[in-house]
């Protein structure tokens, strides 16, 4: 059974930078399909980020374009996201999540059958 812990959140100043991380366990995930999304309070979640399970393609929302990088550590089975240039309006939980065996990757949450628990990211000066 595929299990993923979100780490890396935090309280940052506009302007600054996060990397989240994305820990598999269970399972490796070089078949896996992997997204990031955000749910900010009174928001529907959100997608920000996707890659490919061949962990050569990558998608973005316009909302982070040009702000944000995934990557997979397979000898680590862990994903990260890296955020620049954060601004108060990317504050939010975000979730990373997987599905094994998709084709690409989505920004849409239905797709996804495995979450993790979330990591809470406050941009405030």
């Known amino acids: 059974q595929l299990q993923l812990v979100e780490s890396g959140g935090g309280l940052v100043q506009p302007g600054g930078s996060l990397r989240l991380s994305c820990a598999a366990s269970?399972?490796?995930?070089?078949?896996?399909?992997i997204g990031w999304f955000r749910q900010a309070p009174g928001k529907e979640r959100e997608g920000v980020a996707c890659?490919?399970?061949?962990?050569?393609?990558?998608l973005y929302a316009d909302s982070m374009k040009d702000r944000l990088t995934v990557s997979k550590d397979n000898a680590k089975n862990t994903v990260y996201l890296q955020m620049n240039s954060l601004r108060p309006e990317d504050a939010a939980i975000y979730y990373c999540?997987?599905?094994?065996?998709?084709?690409?990757?989505?920004?849409?949450?239905?797709?996804?059958?495995?979450w993790g628990q979330g990591t809470q990211v406050t941009v405030s000066s």
């Open positions: 890659l490919f399970r061949t962990g050569t393609t990558q």
């Open positions: 999540a997987a599905q094994f065996d998709l084709v690409g990757c989505q920004l849409t949450p239905d797709v996804y059958g495995y």
């Open positions: 269970g399972v490796a995930l070089d078949y896996y399909a």
